[in-house]
């Protein structure tokens, strides 16, 4: 099963909205899935909107991450412990 991240939403986002406009070179060539898949919704008219969505929930994704990093480090008041090899191999066992 394929992984899949917030930053790769950025890409999704800009890949949906050119389901009209076609205006990037498909690798396999042939037809824009997300062309076929917003027809047969009846949704192709929202096409670019559906796709700065998605670019937005990519962004915020993101941005959402750094903020709960910056958030446990200051929650941690600089207390970090130094992680070191040996650190880590005693923690192993």
């Known amino acids: 099963?394929?992984?899949?991240?917030v930053k790769d939403f950025l890409y999704i986002g800009h890949?949906?909205?050119?389901?009209?406009?076609m205006d990037i070179v498909l690798v396999g060539g042939g037809e824009?899935?997300?062309?076929v898949l917003f027809t047969h919704w009846n949704i192709l008219v929202h096409d670019q909107q559906i796709g700065q969505a998605m670019n937005l929930l990519?962004?915020?994704g993101m941005l959402s991450a750094v903020a709960w990093f910056a958030y446990r480090s200051f929650?941690?008041?600089g207390r970090a412990e130094q992680v070191?090899?040996?650190g880590i191999a005693d923690h192993l066992g």
């Open 84 to 86: 070191t090899f040996n």
């Open 58 to 60: 990519g962004w915020l």
């Open 75 to 77: 929650q941690d008041g």
């Open 32 to 35: 824009h899935d997300w062309e």
């Open 1 to 5: 099963m394929p992984r899949i991240s």
């Open 15 to 21: 890949y949906m909205a050119t389901a009209r406009t």
